[in-house]
Every structure is written in C-alpha cells, then in structure tokens.
C-alpha cells in the first residue's frame, strides 16, 4: 500500500520486515522514546520496564517478522518521518488493563495508540495525515471503528514526548467523536467508517 496525499511529498506504507530499518532509523538507537520501540500498550508495566531498551527492540521486530501489520510509516523523500500504531484493540493489553481507557462497549475496535514523528517534522501537520492514512490501512482490513485516546491538556501546549497518543483537536479534525471521558485529561474518541 502506498498512499499520496495532495499538496504533500509524503508517501505512507504499512510496517512490514522488509520496513524494519526504516523504523529503525526513524526510531533512533533510544527506541523513540526512553527505549519504548512502541511496546508501551502491548506489555505489563514490570515487563515493558524489565525490557526496557533492546528488549523491547526485540519483541517488536518479532511480531514484525510474524507478518502482524503494528501500524503505518509516513516517508517524505523516501526517508521514514513518522509513525503510527494501529491495531485491533486487542493487541494492546494495557488498555484491557487500565481503569480510565477500559472498553465502551463489546465492539470490535482498532485502536491508534501512538504517533512518533521526526523533530524536523513536527508541527507541520504530518500526524494529522498519518492519521488519515491509519484510517485508510483499517478502512482495508475491513474495520469499522477506529479508537483513540488522545490527551486533552487543561493548559496550554504539553511537551512533545506526553503527546504520544495525538491531541483531542488532531482526531477531531479528522472525524473522529469524543465518546466517553473518565479523566480530564483524556478522551475515548471513536471514528465510523462509513
């Protein structure tokens, strides 16, 4: 899958084996961020800390290398700028887990769970588009609500590294309803594909 969108030399592909350096270089020898490489939602809190770093490399590229599609990269001049996990809900076992973003309802759902772009590319609308590529890469898998659980900040801008998950008027842009808040500080949005 390759997806152009208009006024943008920004091409998306799903993340595949053959894709992995790319994530790698996007992703730098620090996994993203503090040694996370996008394990955050899929493990316990003890078991994602005791892997930390290379561990946590590791089980990534082996569900990877088991052809799971773990979400979207965003390229601009075939260098990879960004990324985005997408994956049915129940790939990510923290969210089973956790108290403030456990399920709505017994529907089948995707979620987005997390958003990692380049520096030189933040604040340029990028996440917005990977989004919408995201959309596009479930729409094909035959899903029919896409999750999200941005942040929603009381004040102000949050610092780039707690905006992981997007921000609520990112998602709003994109279609996407808030459906359900149990902290102030963050939605459950969802998005109906039509």
Not at 65 to 73: Q, R, T
Not at 118 to 141: I, M
Request: proline share 4%; aromatic share 12%.
């Amino acid at each position: 899958m390759s997806l152009k969108h208009a006024k943008t030399n920004l091409e998306f592909r799903p993340l595949t084996g053959a894709r992995w350096a790319d994530l790698e270089k996007l992703f730098g020898p620090h996994g993203a961020c503090g040694g996370c490489w996008c394990m955050w939602w899929r493990l316990k809190r003890s078991e994602f800390d005791r892997l930390k770093g290379e561990g946590n490399r590791r089980a990534f590229k082996q569900i990877v290398d088991s052809g799971e599609i773990l979400g979207i990269l965003a390229y601009a001049s075939g260098q990879p700028v960004a990324w985005c996990a997408v994956a049915p809900r129940e790939a990510y076992s923290a969210l089973e887990r956790s108290r403030t973003l456990k399920r709505v309802d017994d529907k089948p759902v995707w979620s987005v769970v997390c958003f990692f772009v380049a520096k030189s590319f933040r604040g340029k609308g990028v996440t917005g588009k990977l989004l919408k590529a995201a959309l596009e890469h479930v729409r094909k898998q035959g899903g029919t609500i896409v999750e999200a659980y941005p942040v929603d900040p009381k004040k102000g801008r949050i610092p780039d590294v707690y905006a992981y998950t997007g921000s609520v008027s990112t998602f709003r842009k994109a279609g996407f309803v808030e459906v359900l808040r149990r902290s102030e500080t963050r939605a459950i949005m969802r998005y109906f594909m039509e």
